[in-house]
């Protein structure tokens, strides 16, 4: 048996793939299913009904996809670039804490609420992206390899923010649980569907996928990230600066994950905690590459990911199959997508 | 600096150090195994939770301690295998590939787990490693206790840098193995087939890694709890730069930085004011640097991350 590289993939395969290794991740998550002793079938139509069957389940999906949208959109394009960011779980984190910092500044309480949320989305942004600027500047100076600085940033910075939340940041009002102060009531973001929690993150997030399209598709800095990421010599070579290609990548994929958790503090929780993330860095990982690190894709391998976490958690409750079968199905996707873009890429000969 | 001094003077300390690094030696050798072959292996942060749970779990239904440790070695291997089977013949990318693994390897653990243990308030404990007083060269005054008291893996962690150390640079399967790593063509005109050996070498390494997750529960504690591993996945990859992808230096950058580990441990207790976050922060942190320090001289296996398909270069 041998692979032979194909002339060109054909669309249909590069958009059958994802669909294809879903349905694969879903097989096999499905025998561990029927391992524990639930009926497949019924687990995952209960999946279903759980993320849709109800107005709070539609609702809840969509909440759930927001900062997923974000993280994923982050991890494709530093992807692009081949620049390994990891570190998305840090970054969401930093945005979160900054924004909480943020409202604390004076004067702020009397500014329109538009300006204070913009305000407070520009610092999520800036801090997330400070912080990955850090091993990229490492990856620039020193040729250290940013996969293991930002995967190793990650548990830092969650220690940092248990440091601020017991310390600086900490809710006096909160009975000694260790959670941040609140962001203000201006920066709390609108609501898109009464009597849920579904906010106005959403909207954000899907108009910037669009905004991150047209960047990588349609500019000159979208070109040589690009460039960049297929061959980093040939695109030395023919002019694109390397070095600020991917500070700017660095920028926008940190600003992407902090942004991530400035809007799921200020559209869901209102406070930092160190379990504000549900590994939402890390899944971003996987939902960019069943996107095929394509924006645009990146909305409907959020929206996979959510209907899992969401309806596992209700299939739990219903049959007593651990709600982790969400994250085994949705890490087995990653690793049955490679193969299926690895197919659309090669055929299989004898 | 008195207390410094206390610490730094206790037998405690020292003896902590070896069982601190005990996982570190054994992941780092796993990693450096891989990395050795040409590969690189992100699986590992998953095999050492999956092995965690696994010799737990082994013990816990009623298993010897060294049949838990073996079915963290089989299962470890096990994934092992799938890194393999995707990065070497299908010749995926290692840097997702390896997230991959270990995103599946920690949420099927905390899976199998749950199953087994559908409630617990408390997490359920097992009859963990003893230490074992080697007769004679325990009793030498302060070496004794720290050297020769440790508990039955940490003399097998060791044991295990020599063997690899010698299989490395004293067989023919040791310089097969580090020249896939520098040139698999090379390799291959020799009539070596360097997919299988590149296959073979990822399973034993990641068996390391599985031994290294292992530990954490069979001895270094008794029970097992999600996201226990904590990282030490991730900071063998940054030891194994920082070793210089030698199984010598590599013994040493864990004991070092087992070493920092302990002694941040007891001056948490010995100093007021600090808060214990920037205590718990330093190994990261020192992991960094390590990288920082050690890139410009690090002398990387020169087909690292460079898939290997006969006829194509």
Not at chain 1, 252 to 270: F, P, R, T, W, Y
């Amino acid at each position: 048996m041998r692979f032979e590289r194909r002339e060109n993939a054909s669309a249909a395969l590069t958009i059958l793939a994802p669909v294809g290794a879903i349905l694969a991740a879903l097989v096999i998550a499905g025998v561990l299913i029927a391992i524990a002793g639930a009926n497949v079938l019924e687990a995952y139509g209960l999946i279903l009904q759980g993320a849709f069957g109800s107005r709070l389940g539609v609702t809840e999906t969509l909440t759930r996809a927001t900062p997923l949208i974000l993280t994923g959109l982050a991890a494709a394009v530093a992807f692009r670039a081949k620049l390994w960011n990891i570190g998305g779980e840090g970054q969401f984190y930093m945005g979160a804490l900054a924004v909480t910092a943020f409202g604390l500044v004076p004067g702020l309480a009397g500014a329109p609420a538009p300006v204070v949320i913009l305000a407070c989305l520009v610092v999520g942004a800036l801090a997330g992206a400070t912080l990955l600027l850090v091993p990229a500047a490492l990856k620039l100076r020193f040729g250290v390899d940013e996969v293991v600085t930002t995967l190793l940033l990650n548990f830092v910075t969650v220690l940092f923010v248990s440091l601020m939340i017991e310390g600086a940041l900490r809710d006096p009002l909160a009975f000694g649980w260790p959670q941040s102060v609140p962001v203000p009531d201006a920066a709390v973001l609108p609501q898109l569907i009464e009597r849920s929690r579904l906010h106005a993150g959403l909207l954000i997030a899907l108009g910037l996928a669009v905004a991150v399209w047209w960047v990588q598709s349609r500019t000159v800095f979208g070109m040589q990230a690009r460039a960049t990421g297929l061959n980093a010599r040939a695109a030395a070579f023919a002019g694109v600066p390397l070095g600020r290609t991917l500070a700017l990548v660095a920028c926008l994929s940190g600003g992407l994950a902090g942004l991530a958790g400035a809007i799921e503090v200020m559209g869901v929780k209102g406070y930092v905690t160190t379990d504000l993330s549900p590994n939402y860095g890390y899944s971003g990982i996987v939902i960019a590459m069943l996107a095929n690190l394509n924006p645009i894709g990146v909305i409907g391998a959020a929206l996979f990911s959510a209907v899992m976490f969401v309806g596992a958690d209700s299939m739990s409750r219903a049959l007593g199959i651990p709600s982790y079968i969400a994250d085994v199905t949705v890490a087995l996707s990653l690793l049955t997508m490679l193969v299926a873009l690895f197919l659309t890429q090669y055929r299989v000969r004898r | 600096m008195n207390v410094i001094v206390d610490i730094l003077a206790s037998v405690g300390m020292w003896e902590a150090m070896f069982r601190i690094a005990t996982p570190f030696i054994l992941g780092t050798l796993g990693v450096l195994l891989c990395e050795r072959v040409g590969v690189l292996n992100l699986g590992i942060e998953g095999i050492m939770t999956f092995g965690a749970m696994i010799g737990w779990l082994t013990v816990y239904s009623g298993g010897d301690l060294w049949a838990g440790l073996a079915a963290a070695a089989v299962f470890g291997a096990m994934f092992g295998l799938l890194h393999a089977l995707m990065t070497v013949p299908l010749g995926l990318s290692q840097h997702v590939t390896g997230l991959g693994i270990t995103l599946f390897a920690s949420s099927f653990s905390y899976y199998v787990f749950r199953l087994a243990i559908p409630t617990s308030t408390s997490p359920p404990t097992i009859e963990p490693f003893r230490p074992v007083a080697i007769p004679g060269l325990s009793e030498i005054p302060f070496l004794g206790p720290v050297l020769f008291n440790q508990t039955a893996p940490t003399y097998l962690a060791i044991l295990l840098v020599a063997l690899i150390a010698w299989v490395l640079y004293r067989t023919p399967l040791g310089l097969a193995i580090r020249m896939t790593g520098e040139n698999p063509h090379a390799v291959d005109a020799q009539g070596i087939d360097p997919i299988l050996l590149r296959i073979g070498t990822i399973m034993a390494g990641s068996a390391l890694m599985g031994l290294g997750g292992a530990f954490l529960t069979l001895a270094a504690f008794n029970s097992f709890f999600p996201t226990m591993v904590q990282g030490r996945g991730w900071i063998c990859i940054a030891l194994v730069v920082f070793a210089l992808w030698r199984p010598g230096r590599a013994l040493l950058g864990a004991l070092l930085f087992a070493f920092f580990d302990a002694f941040q441990l007891r001056l948490q207790t010995a100093v007021d004011g600090v808060p214990y976050q920037i205590f718990l922060m330093l190994p990261y942190i020192l992991s960094i640097l390590a990288l920082v320090l050690m890139a410009r001289k690090a002398r990387v296996p020169q087909a690292l991350m460079q898939p290997y398909r006969r006829g194509e270069r």
